[in-house]
């Protein structure tokens, strides 16, 4: 399969890139910084015990924030830079299909980023054994699995930007709006959508934040972007799951980020099947 190819030389390219290293450097020094804090500063979190559980729940956020950007970062150019280069004629000039392409690029882009994800956790446990974090290998292992299948599903939605568009600035400003939507104002859809489903009048403890009382849907809306099914994943493993509705479980939401990559996919596919090199 030719795309292992596209893949294997994407990951050797970017492998000689400061934007590795330097992402590298930084989840490392994001991770032990939290680790440190989680560890050390227990006013910090206000837990009467530090635990693994804790400690990956406080890690959770950040890295959420770190995957997404990083993305974009990391993504953005993949495949329409390459098109606007003039080596993109030259790669299809290959025995490479465009899937091909966009599939190799997607995991060779997915194992950039997971790269520095996996030093940054594993590093991690210097601290978490000098703070005398009790530790769980297993809750650890579940968080380093989930966490490198959100990393792939960002790294497909980025992908498949960069491959439906024509321009590398066109690639970073949707992938740039992508990220604002989903990471910052992602919040007014589902209050927006409860507010009119409730007729436009204001749900019962909607302006007061009891959120305990809201429906189903509306939860899930909240789950529905990636960071989002990440978090409720995360959350559901490491917690237990409880008696909610089957689309709010944390194994749902591995199905959601799993769509998130193969939408994205079909559509970068589609877009740089049309496109004109």
């Known amino acids: 399969m030719s795309w292992t190819t596209v893949a294997r030389k994407d990951f050797h390219d970017a ?4 934007v590795l290293w330097a992402l590298s450097a930084t989840f490392l ?10 560890a050390f500063v227990p006013a910090i979190t206000a837990e009467p015990r530090v635990s693994t559980m804790g400690l990956l729940g406080f890690l959770a956020s950040p890295v959420t924030l770190f995957v ?4 974009v970062v990391a993504c953005y150019k993949s495949v329409v830079g390459e098109t606007e280069s003039g ?3 030259l790669l299809l000039s290959l025995p490479h299909t465009r899937r091909d392409v966009v599939l190799g690029k997607v995991v060779g882009r997915g194992l950039v980023l997971a790269v520095p994800v996996a030093v940054g956790l594993l590093s991690m446990l210097a601290v978490v054994f000098a703070g005398g974090v009790p530790f769980s290998p297993v809750e650890y292992a579940v968080f380093v699995v989930v966490t490198l299948f959100y990393v792939l599903a960002y790294v497909a939605v980025f ?9 590398t600035t066109r690639a970073a400003t949707i992938s740039v709006l992508l990220l604002v939507v989903f990471e ?3 919040d007014v859809v589902p209050l927006g ?3 009119v489903a409730s007729g436009f009048q204001v749900p019962s403890g909607f302006l007061a934040g009891n959120f305990g009382a809201r429906p189903d849907w509306v939860t899930f809306l909240f789950q529905l972007p990636p960071s989002g099914a990440y978090q409720n994943a995360i959350g559901g493993f490491l917690s237990g799951s409880g008696s909610e509705p089957f689309f709010l479980t944390n194994w749902f939401s591995l199905i959601v980020l799993a769509l998130w990559g193969l939408v994205s996919l079909a559509i970068g596919d589609a877009g740089y099947r049309r496109a004109d090199l």
């Open 159 to 167: 992908v498949g930007v960069s491959a439906m568009t024509t321009s």
């Open 15 to 18: 492998r000689r890139s400061r």
């Open 184 to 186: 910052v104002a992602w």
């Open 193 to 195: 959508a409860w507010f």
């Open 68 to 71: 997404a950007v990083a993305s």
């Open 29 to 38: 020094a994001l991770a032990m910084l939290v680790a440190g804090l989680y």
């Open 87 to 89: 080596s993109g004629k």
